[in-house]
């Protein structure tokens, strides 16, 4: 059981993850966090993306949507399947086929907890494992080859490593996650530390409102870009609203449902 464990980490580890609600997994802005919901707890995520973040894959020069349905297990794995929007017809060069094509990228996404947070001493932080988009491969010459820095399909392909420590304060929760990332891309390249700092005023989840339940600000660095932005959670914590401005300019928006399945 052991080896079998040990070798799911390998695999995850020789691979990498975009985690996080833009790729409609656990975790902040653009940044993956230790964190994982309860057991049990099924996602559904919309994204508007801005096509600058993007830059440079199919989606450079035109703004899209993604959504994706996340599920986590026994209360240390997660998984996700999300899809992007491609429209060929904008591509900057588009060939015949590419004028009356409208298509979907696919990829999977994977997280595993390795240990949560207090786990065998108080002052433990979470650490988590993942990847991201790990099967895609494209063809070149008369062979396919998979996850290359030459670009093609596995546009979100990475893996990474995260610790995560929250601290209580008296103006409310702290979180701090530290990562490292890494991919073989030429497009989207994710190679290099990842940090990120959230807080959640204690005010507001004093308020008792029957509609907003919390409000989470964020600020980030996720490895290629610096990030603000806040995720609000209101009606019971089943719907969340996600906003942010990536490199501290380009907007984009998500909306969330979640709830726990029943056994």
């Known amino acids: 059981m052991k080896r079998a464990f040990l070798s799911f980490l390998l695999s995850l580890l020789t ?18 966090t230790a964190d994982m919901e309860r057991s049990g707890t099924f996602m559904i995520t919309n994204n508007y993306l801005n096509g600058h973040n993007l830059y440079p894959t199919y989606w450079a ?5 993604a959504y994706g349905f996340d599920i986590t297990i026994f209360s240390r794995v997660e998984i996700a399947y999300v899809c992007t929007l491609i429209d060929s017809k ?25 240990l949560r947070e207090g786990e065998f001493v108080p002052w433990m932080p979470a650490l988590a494992v993942g990847v991201c988009d790990p099967i895609s491969a494209t063809l070149v010459g008369y062979r ?3 996850n290359e820095d030459i670009g093609g399909s596995g546009m979100f392909n990475r893996v990474y490593i995260v610790a995560t ?68 959670s209101f009606w019971k914590s089943h719907f969340e609203l996600m906003l942010q401005f990536n490199a501290l300019r380009y907007f984009e928006a998500g909306l969330r449902y979640k709830f726990v399945l029943k056994s």
């Not at 691979?15 to 993956?32: E, H, K, N, W």
């Not at 020069?61 to 949507?65: C, P, Q, R």
């Not at 086929?97 to 907890?113: L, P």
């Open 90 to 114: 904008r591509k900057d060069n588009p060939d015949e086929i590419d004028k009356i094509r409208v298509n979907q990228d696919r990829h999977f996404s994977a997280k595993i907890q390795v």
């Open 61 to 65: 020069t035109y703004n899209t949507f």
């Open 15 to 32: 691979t990498l993850i975009y985690a996080q609600f833009t790729d409609s997994t656990t975790g902040l802005l653009r940044m993956p």
């Open 144 to 146: 396919y080859v998979i």
């Open 165 to 232: 420590k929250h601290f209580d304060t008296k103006a409310g929760p702290i979180g701090i996650h530290v990562g490292y990332q890494y991919n073989r891309r030429y497009y989207l390249n994710y190679n290099g530390p990842a940090c990120a700092i959230d807080w959640k005023p204690v005010w507001i989840s004093h308020m008792n409102s029957n509609v907003i339940s919390d409000v989470d600000l964020i600020a980030e660095y996720d490895g290629r870009t610096f990030d603000i932005g806040c995720i609000v």
